[in-house]
């Protein structure tokens, strides 16, 4: 992730709502691609504040009204605001439920990983769209507590009716349960699960991994990808998570696989390794535009190397895990990225390239550009 520059001078970041140093309201540009001061006010309209674009803008009404994003919206010609949702917002299908203490900053953070994870997918040049744009399947977010009837006015304290809300994707639609954005509960689980990292950001990058073999795989490279992650029809599904939970990982998963979940079932295994190649992505970007390794970091664009990303981050890996682990920080790269995942990442890398030119994948062999 990149930093930005208000037009005084000062360094916006890209959660920024407003410029620290002059005041200057800020938003992010869909069109320059920019997170700018926003020039002129709500009543007389906005206007990008980079000087090489200038479009009128509106805000997103989830940052005008809900405070939640800080996305803007092109303005059309006469000053029409077609859309009331920025391209991150106008997926989501359900919200938490704003009247419950503490849920709008849960929201608020979901929102955040959101943006960030859409920004990583347009700078690999990524498709994605709803119905309405020709998607199948179409993309939508659903952001949902667990119930109890505890919670109603009826209940007795005899009898409860509970719905426990799994994080998860179907044809599309990516659920997230409202409790991972709770910091302390999120921590909790992943000690649970014995977990490396459990992160917001991570659960986007994975489900988002899941619609992207949904939308990219599925009925065009499929015997591609059994060749790198195994066959995803045998053993089922529901029979592989029955008895990954019955028995856990295999002891080599280490060696396989980018994270024990990921040895499940060949749809976990592309899942976590499109999440891990992301993260690849995400590092390597910030350490470009931060100046980190400026010498040997490439800079991240949809035609970038495979190998020149790889190496970069295996050194990148290196140094960071030092530095937090002289901060006393958990490491950056949780472990070394070994041969198969590395294979695996290369398909993930390949199949974004050819989606970008509109192309089917044809296999791991394919030589990357």
């Not at 009837?149 to 409202?178: C, Q, R, W, Y």
């Not at 290196?318 to 920080?329: K, V």
Request: contains cysteine; aromatic residues 10%.
């Amino acid at each position: 992730m990149r930093t930005f520059s208000c037009s005084c001078g000062e360094t916006l970041f890209f959660d920024n709502t407003r410029c620290e140093s002059c005041g200057s309201e800020a938003g992010f540009c869909p069109v320059c691609h920019l997170l700018v001061a926003l020039r002129g006010t709500a009543a007389d309209g906005y206007r990008c504040g980079n000087p090489h674009c200038g479009t009128a803008l509106a805000k997103c009404h989830n940052y005008q009204v809900q405070q939640v994003c800080n996305f803007c919206i092109p303005v059309a010609p006469a000053g029409r605001v077609t859309e009331m949702f920025c391209g991150c917002c106008r997926y989501n299908t359900t919200i938490p439920d704003l009247t419950k203490q503490g849920n709008r900053e849960k929201w608020r953070r979901l929102e955040a990983a959101k943006r960030r994870m859409f920004y990583q997918l347009d700078l690999l040049g990524l498709p994605r769209g709803k119905a309405v744009d020709g998607f199948n399947p179409p993309l939508s977010f659903e952001f949902k507590e667990d119930f109890t009837s505890a919670g109603s006015p009826e209940f007795t304290g005899i009898l409860s009716d509970t719905e426990v809300v799994m994080t998860g994707h179907l044809n599309g639609k990516i659920t997230i349960n409202t409790r991972e954005a709770d910091p302390i509960e999120r921590e909790r689980l992943r000690v649970q699960f014995g977990e490396a990292h459990r992160s917001l950001i991570g659960h986007f990058r994975h489900e988002m991994g899941h619609y992207y073999w949904a939308l990219l795989v599925r009925g065009k490279c499929e015997d591609a990808f059994k060749s790198a992650f195994g066959d995803h029809n045998n053993p089922l599904y529901s029979d592989a998570l029955q008895q990954y939970y019955q028995q856990g990982p295999p002891a080599d998963w280490a060696q396989r696989y980018a994270s024990a979940y990921a040895s499940m079932h060949p749809w976990e295994d592309f899942a976590e390794t499109f999440a891990a190649y992301l993260e690849m992505v995400g590092a390597l970007d910030t350490s470009a535009h931060t100046g980190l390794g400026a010498s040997w970091i490439p800079q991240v664009s949809p035609n970038t190397g495979f190998d020149d990303m790889i190496s970069a981050y295996a050194k990148l890996g290196t140094a960071m895990n030092e530095m937090n682990r002289t901060m006393g920080l958990k490491d950056l790269l949780a472990r070394p990225l070994v041969a198969p995942v590395i294979d695996k990442m290369r398909f993930v890398h390949q199949l974004v390239h050819d989606a970008r030119d509109g192309r089917v994948h044809s296999g791991i062999g394919r030589p990357v550009i």
